[in-house]
């Protein structure tokens, strides 16, 4: 009974605070979500600018980059420390496919959504994908230059790094163009790692060991590109050259300016979308509808509509300045009225206040008769009672941790007090794997290696299956709508609670809400 009671005051609490929240913010849980970079160039700046823009748009969203520098392992890191961190979600550009896909498969296994973007990774483990179809740029690329070359001639390809699906793409739709014409050679490919001092000594080392007559240079990207052009510059090679690449970026030096100029015959417009990104990802934590593979759209860049799409792209970037403009203009605004309204907002919360004690009051009176009619049926019918009595521990407990193996009085202790710092906490949204490793006094991931021995589950996994079956009990009494128990047990957001109930007992909550 005492913590019935408990339990009836966190509702109550929580409906006084949530119509206190809802007087001044209609704001609802603000969904954590991680953008984990493969690495650091004008490409990435400009999709993460369209991202932070894009967060204009959702007043419940909290963005955190993160850049690996092109190292493999601590790309690796950032993912695990952000999956154990409890974010909702999080986005990545995987360096390698097959040397990411291991730990995006874990960070899967863990709960938490992943959307990978303009990289693959080697497997169907994951919730989303968004890019452009490498293989057909390197296809369309390979044809524009074997008109170009009217059919004959050398060319020299620049790749990007090793091992990265748009390398990997460029580079087979790229050849299986140039097989098209048997008078046109690829006669050297050289690795680089998209930057332009990459593309530099590429290009230096092939000039060095005596590749030097060719026509045509394809690199995988415009710095790549760039870089090309300064080491034949440095070479000594003074006869003209065809050099393309790939981006297309609306940036001073960027690809479209290089078209125009004359400096690269040719780029195709690699586009970011952070806008469209967020989206996706948006949708996938509503509970929204979404595509798990987005294919972007690009264009060819030749000097015949460089100077149209670069006016184009010029007219999204006023509007996008224009955007940001009145959104801080509006962030101000709502301070002001903020400050205006709270006399109103204090008397209303009163009101408010004293409505929720009435109906909380005979939901209460209403709960302790169900009990009293359960303690009579225990007092009557021995079976019923045992019936009884299992459903009033699972809701007393609130949390059951079986073990895989036998046991011992370390692990005992262990489950008990892990037991107890869960079902102390299972009603507070703010609980994560941090809170509970403070309380037991220990590190996270000494307490996801202990969990995972005892109950096969990672930390995150005993939290919300522990919440899903209080929830089901709660359910099943019919005393409580959806949103309300959803609440009660910890979760932020009714729709996100409807989701993971769903996925963990393959029905609506509604459902047994329509049986009770």
Request: proline share 3%; aromatic share 6%; hydrophobic share 40%.
């Amino acid at each position: 009974m005492h913590q019935f009671k408990a339990f009836c005051t966190r509702i109550l609490i929580a409906a006084m605070l949530v119509g206190l929240m809802a007087s001044c913010n209609s704001r609802s849980k603000k969904y954590v979500i991680a953008v984990v970079q493969c690495s650091q160039d004008s490409w990435r700046e400009k999709l993460n600018a369209e991202l932070q823009a894009a967060t204009y748009f959702y007043d419940n969203v909290e963005l955190r980059f993160a850049n690996a520098n092109d190292s493999v392992e601590l790309q690796k890191r950032l993912l695990k420390q952000y999956a154990d961190s409890g974010v909702d979600m999080i986005i990545v550009a995987p360096i390698t496919s097959a040397e990411i896909t291991p730990t995006v498969e874990q960070v899967m296994d863990s709960g938490i959504p992943v959307i990978t973007f303009d990289r693959k990774i080697q497997s169907n483990k994951f919730t989303a994908h968004i890019g452009c179809d490498n293989y057909q740029m390197g296809l369309t690329m390979g044809k524009y230059v074997a008109a170009e070359m009217k059919g004959k001639g050398k060319v020299v390809e620049i790749t990007g790094m090793q091992g990265s699906s748009p390398m990997i793409e460029r580079h087979r739709g790229f050849t299986d163009a140039i097989k098209q014409y048997p008078d046109i050679s690829i006669i050297a490919t050289a690795p680089g790692n998209w930057k332009e001092q990459n593309g530099y000594h590429a290009m230096d080392s092939l000039l060095r060991s005596g590749v030097r007559e060719f026509d045509y240079v394809f690199a995988h990207n415009d710095r790549l590109a760039l870089g090309a052009i300064k080491a034949m510059k440095a070479n000594g090679i003074t006869r003209q050259v065809d050099v393309c690449g790939i981006d297309a970026l609306n940036v001073p030096g960027g690809g479209i300016e290089l078209v125009k100029k004359g400096t690269l015959t040719a780029s195709y417009i690699y586009p970011t979308k952070g806008d469209k990104l967020l989206e996706v990802a948006m949708n996938i934590l509503r509970g929204k509808s979404y595509s798990k593979h987005t294919m972007l759209q690009s264009e060819l860049v030749t000097p015949a509509n460089a100077q149209v799409i670069q006016m184009q792209y010029d007219e999204i970037a006023d509007r996008q300045h224009q955007l940001k403009q009145l959104n801080g203009k509006i962030d101000n605004y709502l301070s002001q009225l903020s400050l205006q309204r709270m006399a109103l907002v204090l008397s209303a919360g009163l009101l408010l206040l004293a409505v929720v004690v009435i109906i909380f009051q005979r939901r209460i009176v209403h709960l302790r008769k169900s009990q009293s009619a359960m303690s009579a049926l225990y007092s009557t019918d021995i079976s019923r009672a045992a019936i009884a009595a299992e459903e009033h521990t699972e809701v007393e407990n609130r949390i059951h941790i079986t073990s895989p193996m036998p046991l011992h009085n370390e692990s005992e202790s262990f489950a008990t007090r892990l037991r107890e710092v869960v079902q102390a906490h299972l009603c507070d949204s703010d609980m994560d794997v941090d809170m509970i490793a403070q309380k037991l006094g220990m590190s996270r991931t000494a307490l996801y290696r202990k969990v995972k021995a005892l109950t096969g589950q990672s930390v995150v996994e005993l939290i919300r299956e522990s919440r899903l079956k209080l929830a089901h009990t709660m359910l099943a009494q019919g005393h409580l709508s959806v949103s309300e128990v959803a609440y009660a047990v910890g979760f932020s957001s009714p729709a996100y609670f409807t989701k993971c109930y769903k996925d963990f007992f393959g029905h609506t909550p509604k459902n047994i809400k329509n049986q009770s």
